[in-house]
C-alpha cells in the first residue's frame, strides 16, 4: 500500500532550522508533485510548499518563502523541507503529501490524496 513515513521534527529555539524527511513507498515517486502543510493546534491545515516531479520547480506560501526549501531525492524516494529562522508561529504539525497529477490547485488540501503520518515542530521562543 501506499505509505509517507515522516522523520526529522523536534523542539527548537526561535532563529534554528530543522529539516523534516518524508519517505514514500508504495507508489512510483518520480511520478507524482510533492507538497508539505502544517496544521497549527485549532487553525486549519495550510499549505507551505510544493515540488514538482523531478525537482524542476518549487512553489512556497508567501510567510515561507526565503526561509524554507523543499527538495527531493528521486532515488530515495524522499521529500524534504529545510526550514530556517523558524519561529513561535511555525509550531505546528507539518504533513507530507502525494498530490493528485489532475489537480491544478496546488494550495488546497483537496489536490492531495496520500498523508504522512505527520510530525510536531515546535519553536520555542
Known amino acids: 500500500q501506499v505509505q509517507l513515513v515522516q522523520s526529522g521534527g523536534g523542539l527548537v529555539q526561535a532563529g534554528g532550522s530543522l529539516r523534516l524527511s518524508c519517505t514514500a513507498s508504495?507508489?512510483?515517486?518520480?511520478?507524482?508533485?510533492m507538497g508539505w502543510f502544517r496544521q497549527a493546534p485549532g487553525k486549519e491545515r495550510e499549505y507551505v510548499a510544493l515540488i514538482s516531479r523531478y525537482g524542476g520547480s518549487t512553489y512556497y506560501a508567501d510567510s515561507m518563502k526565503g526561509r524554507f526549501t523543499i527538495s527531493r531525492d528521486n532515488a530515495k524516494n524522499t521529500v524534504y523541507l529545510q526550514m530556517n529562522s523558524l519561529n513561535s508561529e511555525d509550531t505546528a504539525v507539518y504533513y507530507c503529501?502525494?498530490?493528485?497529477?489532475?489537480?491544478?490547485?496546488?494550495?488546497?488540501?483537496?489536490?492531495?490524496?496520500?498523508w504522512g503520518q505527520g510530525t510536531q515542530v515546535i519553536v520555542s521562543s
Open positions: 508504495g507508489r512510483t515517486f518520480s511520478s507524482y508533485a
Open positions: 503529501a502525494f498530490k493528485r497529477p489532475s489537480s491544478s490547485d496546488y494550495g488546497s488540501t483537496s489536490s492531495y490524496d496520500y
